[in-house]
């Protein structure tokens, strides 16, 4: 149909234990177009990284899939086999993690486990392999990636080791980079050149990115298109500009005057930060209706009835809520 | 500095041993079964014999010496089924979980509840005695605690951001057992084995004992310090002797193992650089 790289569709992911089951990603769609950057954003326990966890099948019980469809480049994900699951993975769906201090093997050098990928998914010989891995650092900007290919992840820096999972996770040219939360354990100078890597790295290989992150500035700065998700739903999509210009759903407008503004003080007068009230209700009992309604400010007694349709907004993207309008 | 001189004195007290027990034919003085001499039995150390005689006149060192062959075969060949065993069990069990896991479990909680001798001799029993029987006895009896270990690590090890992420780069189950898991618990591992060659040195000496190991007169250590047993208040060098062997082997069996691990570990190399 369209030339999306990879569609979710109506993903619902649930605990299974027994008898009882919990509901924790409720009807979340977005799509992913080749060579675009789609950010997805919300607090710790929202569904952000489950939700790209089911995208590669390494989803773990009680946690399953039970609903809807993923679309990876014109083939359905859940009805490949496990062997096939994993050629993909890695070869075409690869992913960086949160913690690069541990996603590295302490007992092999880096170069080993860059050049393992060229073997495992190429057929590559070792010798090859690790010439090709030489490349791959030196294309993450390590300086001296003949020496360094020889180091052990403890002889590196948390941005060094960063640098070199996303060696490992390009080394194959994968269409897709899932990057959940790749920056949150750097300091924010490492950040910047890490995320500005990524986005040069992917740009030249028009690779599709999904990023993870509940860093709205990160994703301001890496992403064409952001869906903000909150108790395990989906509740706005915008392009990035739009949405940090007019956002339309409480919940994002929330997030966004929760972030302290560079020069507000001297326009605005001091004034207090604001937040959004209340916790995120816990997954056993998500409220019925809107998930967020208990905290909104803008609610109405439908919010608390009915779950609201997405509706559609001027340019692209649309919001979930009844009251967006006000 | 440490761990390379326990590498350096374990390694040199392994290849001394087991060169000996390579060339017991050509340096030992004299033949260990068939130079039996009553008129010099149970003469203590001196010049001409260094570790003394038995009762039956034969000289200790030259029995220690081909000795030596059998028992390191025992304890380096049954700890290596043993260790194979133990982490094929363990790190699978460990891996996958479900009812693979609970079996596994099962089986060694079993392996541990029976003593591990009696089922030797079990085994023993069966096959009759001899070298190959005495390998796949002990080679078959004493894997639980390394199962053990391997399953606790893996458990913990699958758990590991390194694991995680090669399941997300494509690796497959075999692969990630084999390049993640197994060297990142090679150590605890490494200790276990060769304080195992020390226990499978003892038992094949108790096999013996009863009967069912290495079959007099052909020399064991084991058998050696049974037979000078008696003699212990006359004769007290025929039990020394054995015994030094059994412990000079263990120790420097357990020092190389230890070494090993510490030299594995590339934390510990970069601390010595």
């Not at chain 1, 090709?132 to 990636?145: D, H, R, T």
């Not at chain 1, 909150?230 to 339309?248: K, N, T």
């Not at chain 1, 007694?301 to 993207?317: F, K, T």
């Amino acid at each position: 149909m369209t030339d999306n790289l990879l569609e979710v569709r109506d993903l619902r992911l649930d605990i299974v234990s027994g008898r009882v089951g919990h509901n924790v990603v409720d009807n979340v769609s977005f799509s992913i177009g080749r060579g675009e950057a789609y950010g997805l954003v919300g607090e710790s326990g929202c569904g952000k990284s489950i939700t790209a966890l089911s995208i590669i099948g390494l989803l773990k019980k009680p946690l399953a899939v039970t609903g809807g469809e993923l679309i990876f480049d014109g083939r359905d994900l859940r009805a490949l086999s496990k062997r096939e699951l994993r050629r993909l993975r890695g070869e075409r769906i690869a992913m960086i993690f949160q913690e690069p201090m541990t996603a590295l093997n302490p007992l092999s050098p880096v170069g080993r486990q860059i050049a393992e990928m060229f073997v495992l998914h190429k057929g590559a010989t070792w010798k090859e392999a690790e010439k090709l891995a030489i490349e791959a650092l030196g294309n993450v900007q390590v300086p001296a990636p003949e020496e360094r290919v020889k180091a052990y992840p403890h002889q590196m820096s948390g941005g060094m080791r960063q640098r070199v999972m996303i060696a490992i996770a390009l080394a194959c040219n994968p269409d897709l980079l899932i990057a959940d939360e790749p920056t949150t354990a750097l300091d924010v100078t490492v950040q910047a050149e890490i995320l500005k890597l990524v986005k040069e790295l992917c740009a030249a290989r028009g690779t599709s990115v999904l990023m993870i992150s509940h860093d709205l500035g990160v994703i301001a700065n890496m992403c064409n298109r952001v869906g903000i998700m909150y108790a395990g739903r989906l509740v706005e999509e915008r392009p990035v500009a739009d949405l940090f210009l007019h956002p339309a759903h409480p919940y994002t407008d929330g997030l966004l005057k929760s972030l302290p503004q560079l020069g507000s003080r001297r326009l605005e007068g001091r004034k207090r930060l604001q937040e959004i009230e209340g916790t995120v209700p816990s997954i056993a009992n998500f409220p019925p209706g809107c998930r967020f309604q208990p905290r909104c400010h803008r609610a109405t007694p439908v919010c608390s009835v009915e779950i609201p349709p997405p509706s559609a907004l001027s340019h692209d993207g649309f919001v979930k809520c009844f009251n967006h309008e006000r | 500095m440490r761990p390379r001189l326990n590498l350096l004195i374990g390694g040199v007290l392994c290849i001394v041993i087991i060169s000996t027990a390579l060339l017991a034919p050509l340096i030992a003085p004299t033949d260990p079964v068939l130079d039996a001499d009553l008129m010099n039995a149970e003469l203590p150390p001196d010049a001409q014999f260094w570790f003394g005689t038995d009762a039956q006149g034969r000289d200790v060192l030259s029995r220690i010496l081909y000795g030596a062959r059998i028992s390191l075969a025992v304890g380096i060949g049954s700890q290596v089924i043993n260790t194979l065993i133990g982490l094929a069990l363990g790190i699978s069990a460990g891996y996958f979980g479900g009812w693979w896991d609970d079996f596994v479990t099962g089986l060694t909680n079993l392996m541990l509840a029976i003593p591990s001798l009696i089922f030797a001799l079990a085994i023993m029993a069966i096959l009759g005695p001899g070298l190959a029987s005495l390998l796949i006895a002990l080679g078959l009896t004493n894997w639980s605690w390394t199962c053990r270990i391997a399953r606790s690590s893996a458990l913990s090890l699958k758990k590991q951001g390194y694991v995680q992420a090669a399941k997300t780069l494509g690796y497959g189950d075999i692969r990630i057992m084999i390049t993640q898991i197994l060297p990142n618990m090679i150590g605890p591992i490494l200790v276990i084995g060769t304080l195992g060659m020390g226990d499978a040195i003892l038992a094949e000496a108790a096999l013996s004992y009863l009967g069912l190991g290495i079959k007099p007169p052909f020399p064991s250590w084991g058998n050696m310090l049974t037979d000078a047993r008696e003699l212990i208040v006359i004769a007290p060098w025929a039990a020394i002797f054995p015994g030094l062997a059994i412990f000079v082997t263990v120790l420097g069996l357990n020092l190389f193992g230890d070494g090993l691990r510490d030299w594995l570990d590339p934390h510990m190399r970069a601390r010595q650089l």
